[in-house]
């Protein structure tokens, strides 16, 4: 049983335009929800985390968008560009332990 | 820059062989994780270990064990290497709490 689950498992997106990546979960006691960008042959690397008292998180082109009572966030980059292309994961945790249960990954192709 | 390092980057190993599996870290993180990868599961924890001597296991436990005898160091052993146990594995730290964790660049094991 997947707690975290993400949409799209793949996704194209011309240079420029916004992709977008949902995920949503079941644990309402998770209060850390991380984004890791993956490029290949590399592991994952902490690109955004948000925790469940903001609704939106921005750091440059990439926005966290947060929604409690939903069970959902999503993962939204602006002015996609080539290098964007990578594997994307959304995870959630709880506690001090750090634990954390990812979503299926989501692969972006950004098109020139 | 942090850095988590694992011992191999490719490993064959016959169906039935013990395997060990290095991770060593450098930022005298508490806590340490081994995930394993599969396309369209994401990755899923096998074990965590929160101090020297001290694990518990993850969501995916059953023919693995882990070692922690340095805080540095976290190794992960298949008693009897399975085919179904052929995967990417990606060992990751991070201090106590939610907070980033570290990955290492992962360990394509097959087993045949």
């Known amino acids: 049983q997947q707690q975290v689950k993400q949409s799209p498992q793949s996704l194209i997106v011309q240079k420029g335009g916004i992709s977008i990546i949902n995920c949503a979960y079941e644990?309402?006691?998770?209060?850390?929800f991380p984004w890791y960008q993956q490029f290949p042959g590399k592991g994952p690397a902490l690109l955004i985390a948000?925790?469940?008292?903001?609704s939106e998180k921005k750091e440059g082109r990439f926005t966290i968008s947060f929604n409690k009572s939903a069970k959902q966030f999503s993962l939204h980059i602006m002015d996609s560009q080539p290098g964007d292309s990578a594997t994307y994961f959304c995870a959630a945790s709880k506690g001090a332990g750090n634990m954390l249960t990812f979503g299926g990954g989501t692969r972006l192709m950004v098109k020139p | 820059d942090v850095k988590v390092t694992q011992s191999s980057r490719y490993l064959v190993k016959r169906t039935g062989e013990k395997v060990f599996l290095e991770c060593v870290q450098d930022?005298?993180?508490?806590?340490m994780f081994w995930y394993r990868q599969d396309p369209g599961l994401g990755l899923r924890l096998i074990y965590f270990s929160y101090d020297v001597k001290m694990k518990e296991k993850g969501d995916i436990p059953e023919g693995y064990s882990v070692s922690r005898e340095k805080k540095e160091r976290f190794s992960l052993i298949l008693e009897s290497a399975s085919t179904n146990q052929t995967s990417m594995y990606l060992c990751?730290?991070?201090?106590?709490?939610?907070?980033?964790?570290?990955f290492g660049q992962g360990t394509r094991l097959t087993v045949v």
């Open positions: 644990n309402t006691a998770f209060d850390y």
């Open positions: 990751a730290s991070s201090y106590s709490g939610n907070t980033e964790a570290f």
């Open positions: 948000i925790r469940p008292d903001v």
């Open positions: 930022m005298d993180h508490e806590n």
